[in-house]
């Protein structure tokens, strides 16, 4: 884990402290908090003689470094753009380049005030603010054994205002986000299903939740073929996990997610060209999204029965693995032609998707995977693609996707793609039309296995990772899914 950790809120004033950088926040055109005024006329109008000489606008995420040389000896100024323009985006954003700009100038302890807290309210404000410094101060350093000295920053007290709540809110979230990006980024030699299955316990315990493991022998017995079929392959054992909090009445049903965790995707038989396929490690981005989630569950604890589900396995080509051509049976009996090994986190879903359905009627079903490269065509990397049985919560993860930055967009499930997924000598087949709409194939297929739950399946290889640095995503896995979810369950809790 490396990211900012030490959060406070101080009572005493911002003139007192002795952070490495004191940080105050302008909007464009120069409107400074009551704070930023303060600092102006401190240290002689520095802020005024800024804007004046041009060399600071206050546009998003704008930075000016100065030396004051007072107890804080330095001072950082960032922009929040125009005013009428700012979000809680814009707030989490501004966190994020703090962090990030202080930490490479080699700096340790900051102290700022939290930005837009009047606008947007004390709570959110600061939810947002603690986020984006956390996220943004993430790095992957676990492997690092010469250039160790990298600089993660070390405290962040908050000088004037904030919420204790939203403190904590946006600490414990932000976190369970670096988790989530830890486990993606470590590589499938370490991040293995036994891994994550050592993870799920962890977080169980720590939350008072259940969890239960299954190994290959028995999700075999249970009747889960399509799981077990893409396992076939690998040597490395394969783990299906539950996890079960209870926030909720006895009874009350639950909340249910739902994670594809495919460790490593060669495509099996129907194997993957070699460029980028180490990426493919991040096959496991769903499930990191469910544990991150559960992780979050645990320190925040809110009302409402959660649980998740994970199927995790490697997909390997080798003498016993599954063949194009094949056809197996799923939890739910219905039997799949598999005419393609690379369409496998389908085939993983297929299994958990059936056995939430059938053992805890769950109130509602989201699943995240990173199912079709076909979604980097039709939405880059900016959105998620949400595909579903139930129009409200579709709607409300598209509005928690607004709120968290985590978009997701629409698309169709209309019956002539279901259509395309059925098999002429199975009930279904594993890919939809050849050379059309990829994405929503992967949709229409899982949709055979929900029953008449409530669900929505997001496919999030676009958003699990980006090789781009934005303000609180560094470049490599986006730990996308967690912020959405807890907003989700607000939404619909
Ligand atoms: N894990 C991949 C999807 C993927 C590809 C994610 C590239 C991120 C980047 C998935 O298992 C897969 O291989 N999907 C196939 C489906 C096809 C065979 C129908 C794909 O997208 O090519
Ligand atoms: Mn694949
Ligand atoms: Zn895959």
Request: proline share 3%.
């Amino acid at each position: 884990m490396a990211q900012l950790n030490k959060i406070q809120i101080s009572s005493k004033d911002w003139t007192t402290s002795k952070a490495d950088v004191l940080t105050v926040s302008m909007f464009k055109g120069g409107a400074l908090s009551s704070m930023g005024r303060a600092v102006d006329r401190r240290f002689g109008k520095i802020i005024t003689k800024a804007v004046k000489s041009g060399d600071f606008k206050g546009k998003s995420n704008e930075t000016l470094l100065l030396f004051t040389g007072g107890s804080s000896a330095r001072l950082l100024l960032i922009g929040l753009g125009e005013r009428k323009e700012l979000t809680v985006e814009k707030v989490r954003e501004a966190g994020g380049t703090m962090a990030k700009v202080i930490q490479s100038a080699g700096h340790e302890t900051i102290a700022s005030e939290v930005p837009g807290l009047k606008k947007l309210g004390d709570a959110e404000a600061t939810q947002a603010f603690v986020e984006g410094a956390v996220l943004g101060s993430y790095r992957f350093l676990n492997y690092k054994t010469v250039e160790k000295d990298a600089k993660i920053v070390k405290s962040l007290t908050i000088v004037e205002g904030g919420s204790r709540t939203g403190l904590k809110r946006g600490k414990v979230i932000a976190q369970a986000v670096c988790l989530a990006r830890d486990l993606a980024a470590h590589p499938s030699n370490v991040a293995t299903p036994s891994r994550l299955a050592r993870e799920a316990r962890r977080i169980a315990r720590s939350g008072g939740m259940t969890c239960k493991v299954l190994n290959r022998d028995q999700f075999t017995k249970m009747g889960m073929g399509a799981f077990a079929s893409v396992a076939r392959g690998a040597d490395e054992p394969p783990k299906f996990i539950l996890m079960e909090y209870r926030g909720g009445k006895k009874g009350e049903k639950p909340f249910a997610f739902v994670g594809k965790g495919i460790t490593f995707d060669t495509g099996g038989i129907s194997i993957k060209p070699s460029s980028k396929m180490d990426e493919m490690k991040y096959d496991m981005c769903g499930a990191a999204a469910v544990l991150g989630i559960m992780q979050a569950v645990a320190g925040l604890k809110p009302k409402g029965n959660i649980i998740a589900a994970i199927a995790a396995t490697e997909n390997m080509p080798g003498g016993r693995a599954s063949k194009p051509g094949d056809i197996v049976k799923a939890y739910n009996g219905k039997t799949i032609e598999i005419l393609n090994t690379d369409a496998e986190g389908r085939l993983v879903l297929a299994d958990a998707l059936s056995y939430l359905s059938k053992h805890h009627t769950p109130a509602y079903m989201v699943n995240f995977a990173t199912l079709t490269g076909a979604v980097i065509v039709a939405l880059g990397h900016v959105a998620s693609a949400v595909m579903g049985t139930d129009e409200k919560l579709i709607k409300s993860i598209i509005k928690a996707g607004e709120a968290t930055g985590e978009r997701a967009w629409e698309l169709p499930l209309w019956d002539e793609y279901c259509d395309d997924v059925k098999s002429k000598i199975a009930d279904v087949k594993n890919l939809g039309a050849p050379g059309q709409a990829g994405t929503i194939a992967g949709g229409a297929f899982l949709k055979a296995f929900v029953g008449d739950i409530p669900w929505a399946h997001l496919d999030i290889a676009g958003t699990a990772w980006w090789n781009k640095d934005r303000p609180y995503v560094p470049s490599g896995p986006s730990g996308v899914g967690v912020r959405l979810s807890l907003e989700l369950l607000n939404i619909l809790g």
